[in-house]
């Protein structure tokens, strides 16, 4: 199976599409989520943005997963950017949806020239509850969904175990919806 990460744009008047496509894009997606190719994400606070990790057998498989969503056929998403994860790690169990934006999350992202070391610094996280789950690109840059909303004491963190290059580690708030 392939890991995709996928940053998705909304359209400028997405406030204004988006209500009519709602209900059925949740549904769709939970329904997608239930089958196992949909493992989690949400939109950015402000909703101009939104992250989604699907899971598909074949790499065309993701064009069908996003554009057949009812946002994308509504015009609510207006484009969206795919990067294969080349490592990662899953969530150990399916959180409840939330859609009333009170679960905020942040999303980490950093360059790890080790990515050996630094994915076991992730599957610490995740077993202690901090890493709801990520993983690495090609080239070692991580993505990861964390459970905080308070990037300052994640980003000290990860950067303490010395895994990831100075500088680069960046944190941007989510609101977990599944």
């Known amino acids: 199976m392939i890991v995709s990460h996928v940053r998705i744009t909304a359209a400028d008047d997405y406030l204004e599409r988006r209500a009519a496509h709602r209900p059925a894009h949740l549904e769709r997606i939970v329904e997608l989520r239930k089958r196992g ?7 950015s606070p402000d909703g101009k943005t939104a992250d989604l990790v699907y899971r598909s057998p074949q790499a065309g498989d993701l064009l069908r997963l996003v ?16 990067t294969d994860f ?13 859609t009333d934006g009170s679960r905020a999350v942040i999303i980490v992202e950093g360059e790890a020239p080790d990515v050996e070391m630094a994915s076991f610094v992730l599957i610490e996280s995740r077993g202690a509850g901090r890493m709801a789950f990520g993983g690495f690109f090609p080239g ?18 990860l950067a303490d175990t ?3 290059k100075p500088g680069t580690l960046t944190a941007r708030p989510l609101l977990h919806v599944l």
Do not use: C, N
């Open 37 to 43: 190719f949909v493992i989690g994400g949400g939109p």
């Open 67 to 82: 554009e057949e969503d009812p946002y994308w056929t509504g015009g609510v998403w207006k484009a969206w950017h795919p």
């Open 86 to 98: 080349a490592q990662f790690l899953e969530p150990w169990e399916l959180p409840p949806v939330v």
């Open 140 to 157: 070692g840059l991580t993505w990861a969904l964390m459970r905080s909303a308070e990037p300052d004491s994640i980003l000290a963190d």
């Open 162 to 164: 010395g895994f990831w």
